[in-house]
């Protein structure tokens, strides 16, 4: 197959790498000449882990990266769009619906490169019934020329895409019930059964498809939020979070995955993906369905703000001026992505309570501190742990970098301003060892370990 990616961001990436590794001829296209330049010369613009390999045992081989949209539209049998679908910034729905503007100027870009009919797929998450919309852009041609817009979402998690991609739970791929949506729909489950089991690999009507992406983040997103709010609880009740989550999650219905307590979620598509559902169910009448998802988003939001609070009041209520190290900017470990992350809002926080920030991580301080913009320039940026935490009077654990679980903490606490505050906003630390250490110790949903009288 001859296979055009439209968007070469983390999705394009590497679905196009994916692609690629598995035999078809691959050309990911896209508008920042910058990203395409990098990736010509062997520069992979992410950190994510085993990419690197892959991209460089394909490029040019079969897998070729390019700005011209024109000459590789024309070529492909099949076009993947995976442009970026942000959340709307102004206008109608601004700050909740999914901002189209990309996805619909690809689809005219790919009306006018084209003189033979092609198979669309919505790599890009949506919202429901987007596919209608582009059917009508791309069947409104004078060329005579018929297009197949069929959806398949993407359920890769940065940090380990590639083997979600190459073992996937399934790959979902919808498409109209005429005859030409359903040999569309074959053309792309023989794309995907080289690799993936023909069990795995669902088909559904486009608009099952297209809601069970935002439906999927949204339930992921709600079992975090879920054990965020029981967590609250258990700081109040002595109950500890991480022996609650093991005791539900034994029970098969509810099952042990995504109970991690945490100082909140963050990444490009959580918060984007349940605005969208939230706006999309205002926009049907669902007035009540909308409140309800809107609440994930709501104790999310709390459970930042509530963590940085929580720093401020054990520190005897004042940050200003003390220096405070952050272990983690990137919204989750094994990536360099910072987009949403939780570590970013509590540093934007703890500089609005002028406490001297050092942000540590081992592969996302550039994009932190392009990401911190004007707020860069108050936080000091460091690599290492050690020297973040010198002179420090807390440590504030942001991302679950398991790096961060073996460092040498009492060689830390020597060095650190005292009393040391340690507050693990992911519950990776052995928290009685620190504790014993001399730290006074703030966990997710456990007791505090303080040396402190009540
Ligand atoms: P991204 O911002 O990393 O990449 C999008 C790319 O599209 C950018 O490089 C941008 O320059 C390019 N682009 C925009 N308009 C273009 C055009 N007209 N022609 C060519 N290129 C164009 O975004 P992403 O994280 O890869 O996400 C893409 C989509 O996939 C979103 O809808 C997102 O919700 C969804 N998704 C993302 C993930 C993830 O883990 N990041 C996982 C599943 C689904
Ligand atoms: C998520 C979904 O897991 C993917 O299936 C989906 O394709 C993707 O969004 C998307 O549509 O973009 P991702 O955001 O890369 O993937 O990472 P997750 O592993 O889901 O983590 C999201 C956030 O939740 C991170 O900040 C993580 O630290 C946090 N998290 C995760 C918790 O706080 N607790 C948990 O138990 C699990």
């Known amino acids: 197959m001859k296979i055009s990616v439209v968007g070469t961001g983390y999705v394009g990436l590497v679905t196009g790498t994916c692609f690629a590794e598995t035999g078809n001829y691959v050309t990911c296209i896209d508008i920042n000449r910058g990203k395409v330049d990098s990736l010509r010369s062997g520069k992979i613009p992410i950190y994510e882990p085993g990419l690197e390999e892959v991209v460089l045992e394909a490029r040019g081989v079969n897998l070729f990266f390019s700005t011209e949209i024109d000459k590789n539209i024309a070529e492909a049998d099949i076009i993947f769009v995976s442009v970026n679908t942000p959340t709307k910034t102004f206008g109608q729905g601004a700050g909740r619906a ?20 092609k198979i669309i797929v919505e790599k890009s998450t949506v919202p429901v019934r987007t596919a209608v919309a582009m059917e009508r852009i791309l069947n409104s041609n004078s ?58 690999i669902l088909t559904t009507n486009l608009w099952s498809s297209e809601l069970s992406k935002l439906t999927a983040n949204a339930f992921l997103a709600q079992r975090i939020s879920s054990i965020n709010a029981i967590a609250n609880l258990c700081e109040k009740t ?9 005791a539900i999650g034994t029970d098969s219905r509810i099952g042990p995955n995504f109970l991690r307590a945490s100082v ?37 939001e709390f459970q930042e703000a509530n963590f940085v609070s929580k720093m401020v009041t054990a520190m005897f209520n004042t940050v200003a001026g003390k220096r405070i190290a952050l272990f983690g900017a990137a919204f989750k470990a094994h990536t360099s992505d910072i987009r949403e992350s939780p570590a970013l809002a509590v540093c934007r926080e703890l500089v609005g309570e002028r406490a001297q920030v050092v942000l540590s991580d081992p592969h996302a301080l550039e994009n932190a501190r392009q990401d911190l913009g004007a707020t860069a ?38 060095e650190m301003v005292h009393p040391a505050f340690i507050f693990d906003g992911r519950n990776i630390l052995d928290h009685r060892a620190l504790f014993e250490t001399g730290f006074n110790v703030y966990a997710i949903g456990k007791p505090p370990l303080t040396s402190f009288a009540s």
């Open 98 to 117: 999914a901002d189209l503007q990309y996805w619909e100027k690809t689809a005219r870009q790919i009306l006018d490169n084209s003189d033979s009919p």
């Open 143 to 200: 060329k005579g020329l018929s297009f197949d817009v069929i959806s398949n979402p993407e359920f890769l998690a940065e940090g380990t895409a590639i083997q979600d991609l190459e073992k996937p739970d399934r790959v979902l791929i919808g498409g109209r019930e005429t005859p030409s949506g359903q040999k569309a729909i074959q053309s792309l489950v023989d794309v995907y059964a080289h690799w993936v089991p023909r069990e795995r």
């Open 377 to 414: 320039e108050q936080v000091i940026f460091e690599p290492d742990p050690y020297t973040a935490a010198r002179e420090a009077h807390a440590i504030a654990i942001l991302t679950e970098w398991p790096q961060f679980a073996e460092l040498d903490y009492q060689a830390i606490y020597d």
């Open 264 to 300: 909140g979620f963050g990444g490009s598509c959580f918060r984007k993906d349940i605005l969208n559902l939230v706006y999309l169910c205002d926009f049907y009448g669902l007035p009540e369905v909308a409140r309800y998802w809107e609440q994930v988003i709501k104790m999310n």
């Open 238 to 246: 002595e109950a500890d979070i991480n022996e609650v989550a093991h």
